[in-house]
Each structure stands twice: as C-alpha cells, then as structure tokens.
C-alpha cells in the first residue's frame, strides 16, 4: 500500500517552524557548549583546539566523582522516600467534597513556592537559634546543627526536598486513582479481595503510567537539584552536600573553567538522558 | 438454590432526599429463572441489581436469599456474581490467574482451584487462552473472564448482569449472548439482566420486568408484554415504533373514538374523570377504502415503503398514529380512508394504566 502513495515532500515546510525553534531553543545553546567544550577560551579572540582533553580531566576528577556520588545518593533517597510517601498520600485522602478540596490545596501549597523561598524557609525553620524545628530539637537534647554536621545537613537536605516535591507525587496519584471506575472496585469486594489485593491488582497497575511520569520527572528534578541546597547549606559542610548541579556552578562561574565546565555540562546531560531512558524502558517493560 | 425475595425494599440516594431511586417494591425472584431488567437509563434497574449484590444498602426494606435476611451482608458474604457494563479485568494477571482470583481469596488449595478454574475455563471457552495475559484480550474474551469469576465460584446461585454488551462489537453480542443462553440452561442459575435494549430483553429473558422512574410498571413474559402493556410506558417502550395511543371519550357505556364506537378488550368500565385512550399497537391497524364497525376515520399524512413493509402515518383526529402494513400486494386507500382496530387486539387505558 504504502509504496503505491505518491511521495510528497512539501510536508516539510509544515514541520519548518518547529525546527527552527527547536533549533534555537536546544540545538544552537548544546552546540556552544560542544564548541567550549574542546577549546581552550584564553580571551575574546583567543581559543586553542584541545580535542577530549577537558573530558579526560573532568572524568579525572575526584571532586566531580565525590559529587556525583553524592547525588546518585541524594536521588536514590529521594525517590524511595517521595513515590511510596506521594502514594500513601493520595490513599489516604479524601475522595470528595469539601475535605477532598481542602485536602488538595494544604497539599498543593509547598509547591506553589519559589525554590530559593523553600530553601530559606527551611534555612531558618532549622536553625538552632531562633527556627522552630532547630530549637525544639536543641531543647529536647538532641545534637543538631546543619551548618556543622553532616549528617544533618543531608537529613535537613532530604527532608526539605521530600516536604517540597511529595506532593506532587501524591496529587498525580490522587488523579489516577480518581480516574479508577467504580465497577473495578465493586469487582474486587464481590471476588473477595484484600484491602492489599485491590492495591497490588486493581490501583497500582492502574497508576503504572502516571507514576512513570511523577519518578521521570523526580528523578530528572533531583539530579539537577541546585536552588534549594544552595540557599540552605552553601553545598556545606566542607563538600558534604555539594551536588552535581552545585560543582557545575562553581566550576563555571567560581572559577570561569569554562572548557571543563562545558565539557562537564555534557557528561552531566547525557547522565540524565541514560537515566531516563534506562528507567523508562524499564517500566515500560514492566507492563 | 436461591430464591431472592425482596420486601419492601425501596432506595434514596444521599443528596437526593426527596427523590425515591426505586420505590419501594415487593417482589420474588424465583430460582433458575432468566429475567431481564428492562428500562431507560435512569429508572433505577442498576440500583435494584446493586441491592441485591449488597453493592448498596436499601434505604428500606429487606433482602432475603431463601428466606435468610441477608440484607446488611457486604457482597463478598452472598453467593452472588455481577458482571458489568465495562469488562472487569486484573490487568497485571494471566486469564488462568483472573479467574482463580475469587477462589485465592477464599482460600483454595491449588489442586482443587486447577481444576475448577479448567472446568469454567471450558464452559465458556476459554481454555486456550488461560496462559494469556488478560489484559491483551478483546472486549468479549474480557467480558468472559469477568463472567467466569463468577462461574467458578460453586456456591454462586445467582449471576447479575448490568448491561453486559455494552461495548461489545455487535456481530459478537449476539454469540455472547447466546453463550449466556446455553450457561444458563448448563449450570441451571438464576439470571438478572439489567438493559435498556429491548431485543436484548426479549431474546435473553423468561420474565421481562419493565421499570420506570424507579417503578416496576409490568412484570411478564416478551408476548405478555407486546399483546398487553399494563401501562402507556410499556407500550411506548416495547415494540417499534411503540403502541399507539388515541385520545378517547366514553359515551354511553363505550369508548368513542372520532365520532365511532369503538369495542376493545377491556371489559371493565374506567373509572370516572381518567384522561382516557385507545391503545393500538402499529401492527394490529388495518387500512379500508369504507367505513365498517370499528373502524374510525382517518387522513394519510405520510408513507414511507421499507420494503419488506409499509410505515403508514395516520391523523386520526387531532392526533397521529402509526399502521405497520405488510407489504403483501396492499393498495393503499386515498388520502381519506378509514382505519379499523381490532377488538381483541386494543385496549382502554386510563391515564397511563390499562383498564382490565
């Protein structure tokens, strides 16, 4: 059939103005950060060609291999903590009238929040002087400080981040679960089925393509976390929660290493394209 | 193995206080029968299925399996299977682990449920796929799993369907529905068939119950319910077009229709200040060239030749009806003809009832 179609290419000028935005929104913007990313810069009209040399020096690297570590940490947490959280949520919630609303906007609210506001809200809800959070602990004995431990850096890191982004796990859910019709439900009560039963076989595969989307978007999210860590620790104590997105910065703009910094850049999106692509396939598979 | 009594059961929704979903109704279904729920969406067929299912508590009223109240008992306590409008199916399951899911819930050893799950597996042919994902299946094939998690339950006596072909393909409604048929004959269980599709009513069921605005207006076999409907809604709805009702006077001791006396089946008088009507069914009227007994004054408004038959629209008097004519060499009279009905085949309705 298809070989009999006469061929048309005039298509293409409908698909034109897509590419050209394409193009100057995404392609044009990489292309730079290609072009930096095997130079030299020395000045306005000076670069030298240096080929793979910023790759191999930034692959090299045990302050990106520490920052890196970190962040495949700091993701993996987030993710195992904020999918489950964003699911017992959405169970958990009512499913109408004015409690649901009510429910729905309380949840909503941390994000509608600029980022740089949550982390200075928390960077205060956390200090041992005068926040809230950080003096009843102080008071109840407990030995906290963000800005000097650690280990507290990276609890008050992980916690403001699951309070910032679960609920939109937990309203993505919530809109699947609502889209789940009555008869599934009738169903499973007349075969008898468990509480855990109706989870496991009627509610979870019914989520599958709407969780795939809030763990894409989490996972592509907090491997590119900056903002908030930034204004809450400085990426302290010492390089404790020095993130990917954070070691970028400070390479491109602290130090202006503008060829490691570009050829970082790359490596960084292409981690994340891997990523992506490895979890999406996998759930994919899944079903 | 059930009889299903309802006693004045009867059911308003919450938020809608004042408005009886189903009145309250006493009724028997009785064991092994095939009855079919008939009505306009809306009438309340749904939420008497629903009721019985212990889907939905009454408002009032009891349920009663053999006698046993079984009217605040959730749905997984009764013996009762329902299949619904859109196929029912675990998606992430095999066909084989669908339909052992209810006897898995309660319990089974896995020798046991094998071969339960490969008998029902057969009745409705589904052997070959019992490896098969359930969700890779068509609609009917769905449909049939959501059928046999019901069947393999062996203590289910009474299997409720609520409006089952829905999303059938239509050359496949009909095997299904007689796969139904053939199940029902097998296993010997009591059928409940909530439509609005009148075919679909008539073919499937002993005992039509027609409903209307949460009312059971007329309980009966398909002939019952074309020969005589027990009220105006029964006639509209059955049949096709549906039964034609002429405004009437009684004078004298008989109806009179346009001016002529006419003789129907009723035998009773009306009761005194009913807004009277004759009611005929398309089928049963017949066209003459000359006036006759019974026979009333009619203007043919329109024609229209189907092939097989001839729709003809009548004005009689004021008002319109339709002639359902067998296209057997029928000249048509003119314009101005007469139009005779029947005795035995018309009936006195006083304002929606048929008058006995």
């Not at chain 1, 169970?91 to 004015?98: F, S, T």
């Not at chain 1, 041992?128 to 400080?145: A, R, S």
């Not at chain 1, 490691?260 to 999406?280: E, G, T």
Request: hydrophobic content about 50%; proline content about 6%.
């Amino acid at each position: 059939m298809s070989s009999a179609r006469p061929v048309n290419q005039r298509a293409w000028w409908f698909v034109l103005p897509v590419l050209i935005s394409v193009a100057f929104s995404a392609l044009v913007p990489l292309m730079t950060i290609v072009n930096y990313s095997v130079q030299d810069i020395l000045g306005p009209d000076q670069a030298v060609f240096v080929g793979m040399e910023w790759y191999q020096e930034i692959l090299r690297d045990p302050d990106l291999h520490g920052a890196l570590y970190r962040q495949l940490i700091f993701t993996a947490a987030v993710l195992a903590i904020e999918i489950p959280l964003g699911i017992a949520l959405a169970l958990a919630l009512p499913e109408r009238g004015w409690r649901a609303s009510l429910a729905l906007v309380l949840l909503a609210m941390p994000l509608l929040i600029p980022w740089n506001v949550v982390g200075t809200i928390w960077q205060i809800f956390a200090r041992g002087d005068i926040g809230l959070l950080g003096y009843v602990l102080t008071q109840l004995g407990i030995d906290y400080n963000y800005s000097q431990h650690p280990t507290d850096a990276w609890v008050t890191v992980l916690v403001m981040d699951v309070w910032h982004w679960t609920p939109l796990v937990a309203l993505l859910s919530y809109a699947a679960l609502r889209a789940i019709p009555e008869p599934f439900y009738q169903a499973a009560r007349i075969d008898g089925a468990s509480r855990w039963a109706v989870f496991r076989h009627i509610e979870l595969p019914k989520m599958r393509g709407v969780l795939t989307i809030a763990l894409l978007l989490r996972l592509m999210d907090s491997f590119m976390i900056y903002t908030e860590p930034f204004v809450l620790t400085g990426g302290g104590p010492g390089t404790a929660t020095t993130f990917l997105s954070q070691y970028l910065t400070q390479k491109a703009v602290g130090q202006f290493d503008l060829g490691p910094a570009a050829a970082f850049s790359l490596v960084y999106f292409l981690i994340i394209l891997l990523l992506c692509f490895v979890l999406y396939n996998f759930m994919k598979e899944q079903r | 193995m059930a009889l299903i009594d309802l006693e004045d059961v009867g059911h308003r929704y919450a938020g809608a206080a004042d408005a009886w979903a189903l009145r309250p109704m006493t009724m028997t279904w009785n064991d092994g029968g095939a009855y079919a729920l008939l009505g306009p969406s809306g009438c309340g067929k749904t939420t008497l299925l629903n009721i019985i299912s212990g889907l939905i508590a009454p408002t009032r009223g009891k349920v009663l399996f053999d006698g046993r109240d079984v009217t605040t008992l959730p749905p997984e306590a009764r013996n009762i299977a329902q299949v619904f409008q859109f196929p029912v199916v675990y998606d992430t399951m095999t066909v084989f682990d669908n339909l052992a899911f209810p006897l898995r819930n309660r319990g089974w050893d896995t020798a046991r449920l094998r071969l339960r799950v490969e008998e029902v597996a057969d009745i409705l042919e589904l052997r070959a796929d019992l490896g098969r994902r359930a969700r890779a299946l068509s609609a009917d094939q769905k449909q049939k799993i959501s059928l046999g998690r019901g069947l393999v339950r062996p203590d289910v006596a009474a299997v409720l369907f609520d409006e089952p072909l829905t999303v059938i393909d239509p050359h496949l409604k009909w095997l299904l529905r007689r796969k139904l048929k053939q199940i029902h004959e097998q296993l010997k269980l009591s059928l409940l068939y909530v439509t609005h599709d009148q075919t679909e009513a008539l073919t499937f069921a002993d005992q039509v119950v027609v409903m209307s605005q949460g009312e059971m207006v007329q309980i009966g076999t398909p002939e019952q319910l074309f020969e005589t409907p027990a009220h105006r809604f029964v006639g509209h709805f059955i049949g096709s077009p549906g039964m034609n009702f002429l405004p009437c006077e009684w004078r004298s001791g008989a109806a009179t229709l346009a001016g002529v006396r006419v003789e129907t089946s009723s035998k009773q008088a009306p009761p005194s200040g009913a807004t009277l009507s004759i009611g005929v069914r398309p089928e049963y009227l017949e066209l003459a060239a000359t006036p006759g007994p019974n026979a009333v004054p009619v203007r043919i408004a329109a024609i229209r030749d189907q092939g097989i038959q001839t729709m003809v629209q009548l004005e009689v008097g004021a008002s319109l009806a339709w002639a359902k004519l067998r296209n057997a060499g029928v000249a048509l009279p003119s314009t101005a003809a007469f139009a005779r009905l029947p005795p035995a085949r018309c009936a006195l309705y006083a304002d929606e009832r048929r008058v006995p």
